[in-house]
């Protein structure tokens, strides 16, 4: 799933990955839905974090 994408993802590659808007994406993050690391104003996003995420979603 997502192989296309790098292992550590930025907000963008969020946006493409769920089809969502940059809203959406940040949302997501500061939930907790989507694990991720914040440093200053910049998110480090495991994609195993976004996998884990649609697979939650879709098993609920």
């Keep these: 799933m997502f192989r296309e994408y790098p292992d550590i993802l930025r907000i ?7 089809q969502i808007g940059r809203n959406s994406a940040y949302d ?4 907790g839905l989507i ?3 914040k440093i200053g104003k910049k998110y480090i996003i ?6 884990d995420f649609v697979e939650s979603a879709c098993n609920n």
Aim: aromatic share 0%.
């Design 12 to 18: 963008d590659e969020i946006q493409s990955m769920l």
């Design 28 to 31: 997501l993050l500061k939930q």
């Design 35 to 37: 694990k991720s690391i």
């Design 46 to 51: 495991p994609k195993q974090s976004v996998i």
